[in-house]
């Protein structure tokens, strides 16, 4: 008994993306960076500011709604099936400008500059055109989120360590 052979589907869509549809169309998502990002101008200068940064004003839940409004691209990124290492980027962004952007004035400038939803919507655009091709910078990257987490978990450890040897050694 031979075993049958299926001919490949027309549309190699992911399962996710499929669901998402029209909702997470590029038009919507791009539509959505903008407005959150970079929808208006200050006259006379090249500075642009969206929702984001305007939200941002409200001290902390304003950049709380915000973050909340740019979940909507990283989830549409999940959706269609970009690899976790673009969306690891996509999150690490994202959280950059809700804590950053919840620091009063600095942060408000921050948001304005950082554009974090341009910058997930640009990754998830180029996940999409060249599927699973990430370059060094992402690995990069990683390496460099690695090593922050390593440093800022073993900061504590090694206080603890010495307070522990401080107090031994003085009893």
């Not at 669901?19 to 590029?26: A, H, P, T």
């Not at 959706?79 to 962004?93: A, D, E, H, K, S």
Request: hydrophobic share 55%.
């Amino acid at each position: 008994m031979e075993p049958e052979i299926l001919s490949p589907l027309n549309e190699p869509l992911h399962a996710r993306a499929r669901v998402g549809g029209k909702l997470f169309s590029d038009e919507n998502l791009d539509l959505l960076a903008h407005v959150l990002d970079d929808c208006f101008r200050i006259p006379w200068t090249s500075i642009r500011f969206g929702i984001d940064g305007l939200i941002g004003l409200v001290p902390f839940a304003g950049d709380v709604l915000a973050g909340l409004a740019s979940c909507i691209i990283v989830i549409a990124a999940w959706f269609r099936g970009v690899p976790y290492i673009t969306l690891t980027r996509m999150v690490v962004n994202l959280g950059l400008d809700v804590l950053i952007g919840a620091i009063p004035v600095l942060g408000d400038a921050f948001d304005i500059a950082w554009k974090a939803n341009r910058r997930n919507y640009k990754l998830l655009s180029r996940e999409l055109r060249q599927p699973h091709r990430h370059t060094w910078k992402d690995y990069v990257f990683l390496a460099c989120l690695a090593l922050v987490l390593f440093v800022i978990f073993t900061i504590p450890i090694v206080a603890l360590m010495w307070l522990v040897a401080w107090f031994v050694h003085h009893a």
